[in-house]
């Protein structure tokens, strides 16, 4: 196959019109091409409205333009719908490991900044068969010591990079900090209590912080999500596959292509609890079972967070799929829900329209 070499916009319509697709006015279709990415917007949804999948590639006159521009403002639809839905499970999260960090070691003034204290958190790599250690956790595990809130100018960063901090603010002149914590370079009597700084963590970072947090206190945060004590690190792998499709949402990928990478390993009670369907297993180890679809991640995410969003959006796109796929022969809806990991329209709905979250019983 050879390299491609960049076309400019007109003959990029020229193009497309010599391989049949219906394009009314050029304009129009020029000033889409010059907002949205040609890759993205055309070669990522051709396999959906092309006749067949023989080369050339040819459309049978049928199919316009729009099609494509619907197909590909459903993908970003679609995407900002899982975003928020994935932000809603991190915005409890943080609020939960905020008040019972606090609750556990910050319940005193001058212990306001504990949650900067090393000492206050559990080593992974003291932990025997930590399970992913030569994957997912390699790292979590071997920079434990360079974990953000135990850097020492974490402070001075924390208020330089944030406006909304303004050291005046957490000024108390009553406050002395203890041995071990972070301090503010410029003024010992500030303090920053967590409840603030878990605001400005980014979702990763948040996941290191549950690994790290000691016995009594994870117990405490799992517990606010339906999980028991044995189930610690199917709550952690979750989050891990709710991070991989937040990254892919927030950089702009096609959603609708969406596949977790190889890389991440997924937990097998995990599968069998969900129904998931990894594309790469071996059956003598378990921990190398990797990469579902954009469907059962969405499985997972629906135990955390209501998807009716999601299912509004559906419901959208389902009526005019159906439409359109009358009018050009092929049936668009069917593929794109192919694509995203489950072909019945049916069986998204009952994903979307009734999510079990926080049933306190489903890994038992």
Not at 114 to 138: E, G, S, V
């Amino acid at each position: 196959m050879a390299i491609k070499l960049s076309k400019e916009i007109p003959k990029l319509i020229d193009t497309l019109k010599e391989r049949q697709l219906l394009i009314t006015d050029d304009k129009l279709a020029s000033d889409c091409l010059k907002k949205t990415n040609y890759f993205q917007m055309i070669n990522g949804f051709e396999n959906i409205l092309l006749p067949t999948a023989l080369h050339p590639k040819q459309f049978n006159g049928k199919e316009a333009f729009e099609d494509f521009e619907y197909l590909y403002q459903f993908d970003r639809d679609l995407s900002s719908t899982i975003s928020g839905c994935i932000y809603n499970v991190e915005e409890s999260l943080k609020t939960s490991v905020a008040y019972h960090f606090a609750n556990f070691y910050c319940s005193g003034l001058n212990d306001t900044m504990q949650y900067t204290n090393k000492n206050n958190y559990r080593n992974p790599r003291w932990i025997p068969d930590y399970p992913f250690a030569c994957d997912n956790y390699r790292f979590v595990i071997s920079d434990f010591d360079e974990f953000i809130f135990f850097k020492q100018n974490y402070l001075k960063k924390l208020i330089s990079q944030n406006d909304f901090i303004q050291p005046e603010f957490y000024k108390d002149d009553n406050y002395e900090p203890p041995v071990n914590v972070c301090t503010y370079r410029y003024d010992s009597h500030v303090a920053v209590p967590l409840w603030v700084a878990i605001q400005t963590v980014d979702f990763g970072t948040l996941i290191r912080m549950c690994h790290y947090l000691d016995t009594e206190l994870i117990n405490s945060v799992l517990a606010d999500f339906g999980f028991s004590p044995s189930n610690k690190f199917e709550f952690l792998n979750s989050l891990d596959l709710m991070r991989d499709l937040r990254n892919k949402c927030a950089h702009s990928s096609l959603i609708t292509r969406y596949k977790t990478p190889k890389k991440l390993k997924i937990n097998n009670k995990i599968i069998t609890t969900f129904d998931l369907r990894p594309r790469i297993t071996t059956p003598d180890n378990h921990r190398l079972k990797s990469v579902i679809s954009l469907f059962d991640s969405l499985k997972v995410l629906s135990y955390f967070t209501n998807l009716s969003s999601i299912y509004k959006l559906l419901i959208k796109q389902r009526y005019t799929f159906v439409c359109r796929s009358a009018s050009i022969e092929i049936d668009a809806d069917k593929r794109i829900l192919h694509r995203m990991g489950n072909d019945q329209f049916n069986k998204w709905i009952n994903l979307t329209k009734q999510s079990p979250y926080y049933q306190a019983d489903l890994f038992v």
